[in-house]
């Protein structure tokens, strides 16, 4: 226990000594003061916590002392006690009591009463200190709890601001993601439905321009006949073009990847492409002579870029600026692109641009904004096909009234090995055909069948017809030669290419021509070699591969 100070004032230093005998024991510090002046010196000088003043002293009595002690804030709580040698009025107390005074002891003085009492009091000091010091500990864990709690809170509502955020920024990216999901499943539908529909159309156009090709063949050259069927084949072979939109559209056109330097492709196809921009359009471009090879389609490639002029040169009315830039692309990629390199190809113009909703259809096949007779609506989604079907990706961005911006990503070329060009129609596969062949036609459309038929018979060749690979495999099986099969590839039951795997093992050295309304052909081991036509296919076109097949019947005999 600490001791505290006691402060004794009275004029006779005896008193002062008696004093000090009777306190001694408490074990406190005893300051004494002769006169009034001394006490205060002692007050300012020491935090005190009892004093005791004599009532009566000479140049300044206990009264007025402790008035002046009362006005200071330090000791305006002090406990002093009065001390007086005469016996004292009520009133007398009264003052003393209004003074300040807390206690009175009277002289003679009984020394335990006077030690119970400045021990009471110096007691209540030190429990009063303490209580202060607790408590200004308290104030202080309340201010740091508070601050902690402040500082809690606002670490809490930063984090909850910041996972506000993330969801948001989380939500917003998979509600894109689902609309990218959406839009690649309804083009992917849309896809099968084109390639479907395009496939039948195709059997169809095989029909029309077969027959009104050998019709043309019979009529009289310039007279009107003549003129109306060549209207006619003029438009199937329209419609054919139209199918093969469709088809890129679809991912079913039939490529042939090789490496392409980009540069060279577009300096060789400039002048098409600025003709086609007519007057009045800015052309800028970028294409560094650095950039990789691209693995892709030359010829589909080049088709592209003049859709995407086209549709550049249609936003422009007024003329504009078009810019055409290229470079390997490795950070901004679609999220939809397999892991690997890809350069990615820019065509953008100063147009009229699209709105949201335009930009969302604007890939789907026969959608158009240039009216009617203007457009098919099949340009950006023939883009969208050669991309996908390359193994690449398209992106379309446009704000209204400030132009639009096509983004084509394609793979770069990883030490391929160019693709072998077709192999050309020579004058020695074309007289390998001298005598009429006996070929046996496989298709489960009547149509194509008969037009088929009738070209190869106008040829000079004998055909027998089979309206499924189970009917063709009856028909080979009953002793019958051939040499030569054409086959459809789409057929239910059996396709041609199994017909095809099935004739190569059974009958070797019988050649094979596969022939679809779009390129689902099959690469597999035994068939690389297999001769291919794409309907609808010109009698030119069946001759050369025939020419082709019997070529290569020859070289392995």
């Known amino acids: 226990m600490n001791p505290v100070n006691i402060l004794l004032v009275d004029d006779q230093p005896t008193k002062l000594l008696s004093y000090e005998v009777v306190l001694q024991d408490l074990g406190e510090n005893l300051l004494k003061a002769q006169s009034g002046r001394e006490a205060l010196e002692h007050l300012l000088r020491s935090d005190i916590a009892v004093i005791l003043v004599d009532v009566c002293m000479p140049e300044q009595d206990g009264f007025e002392l402790v008035s002046m002690i009362r006005e200071h804030p330090r000791y305006q709580n002090t406990a002093i006690i009065f001390v007086s040698a005469v016996m004292m009025a009520e009133p007398d107390r009264l003052r003393g009591y209004a003074a300040g005074a807390v206690d009175y002891v009277s002289v003679p003085i009984v020394p335990d009463v006077l030690r ?240 949201e909703a335009t930009v969302a259809r604007a890939t789907e096949p026969f959608f158009t904004t240039k009216g009617q007779g203007k457009g098919t609506g099949l340009g950006l989604s023939m883009v969208h096909g050669l991309a996908a079907q390359s193994g690449g990706a398209l992106s379309l961005s446009s704000r209204k009234d400030e132009g639009t911006t096509v983004a084509l990503w394609l793979p770069v070329a990883e030490d391929s090995v160019p693709a072998s060009t077709p192999l050309e129609t020579t004058a020695l596969e074309v007289s390998q055909v001298q005598s009429p062949l006996r070929v046996l036609v496989v298709d489960d459309d009547v149509l194509v069948s008969m037009g088929t038929a009738a070209m190869l018979e106008d040829l000079g060749h004998t055909v027998v017809e089979a309206s499924s690979a189970a009917t063709a495999l009856e028909i080979l099986g009953s002793g019958h030669t051939f040499d030569l099969v054409i086959s459809d590839q789409a057929m239910p039951g059996m396709t041609g290419a199994e017909l095809a795997r099935l004739i190569f093992s059974s009958y070797p050295g019988l050649p094979v021509i596969l022939a679809s309304g779009y390129s689902e052909l099959p690469d597999d081991e035994g068939l690389q070699a297999l001769l291919r036509m794409t309907k609808p296919f010109t009698q030119e076109e069946l001759q050369t591969t025939i020419g082709r097949a019997v070529a290569h019947r020859a070289t392995a005999a």
């Open 116 to 355: 119970a009492k400045v021990r009471v009091f110096a007691d209540l000091y030190r429990k009063t200190r303490e209580l202060e010091r607790l408590n200004a500990e308290l104030e202080n864990r309340v201010r740091e709890r508070t601050a902690e709690l402040e500082a809690s809170a606002t670490e809490l509502r930063q984090l909850n601001e910041e996972l506000e955020q993330r969801i948001e920024q989380r939500t917003r990216e998979r509600e894109a993601a689902l609309a990218q999901l959406f839009e690649a499943q309804k083009l992917d539908t849309v896809g099968q439905l084109t390639g479907g529909v395009a496939h039948d159309f195709n059997n169809l156009l095989m029909a029309i321009l077969g027959s009104l090709k050998l019709l043309k063949k019979q009529l009289p050259q310039g007279g009107k006949s003549e003129r109306l069927v060549e209207n006619s084949i003029q438009a199937a072979e329209r419609g054919a073009a139209l199918t093969q939109r469709l088809l890129a559209f679809a991912r079913r056109q039939e490529l042939k990847p090789q490496p392409i330097d980009f540069l060279d492709l577009f300096q060789n196809i400039e002048d098409i492409l600025v003709r086609a921009l007519g007057p009045g359009i800015d052309v800028r471009k970028h294409i560094p002579a650095s950039l990789p090879p691209l693995l892709v389609d030359r010829n589909q490639l080049e088709l592209a870029l003049l859709n995407l002029f086209v549709n550049a040169r249609d936003a422009m009315v007024g003329g504009g600026t078009l810019g055409v830039s290229a470079e390997e692309d490795l950070t901004s990629m679609p999220v939809n692109l397999k892991p690997g390199r890809y350069v990615r190809i820019t065509v953008s113009d100063s147009g009229e641009g699209m709105d």
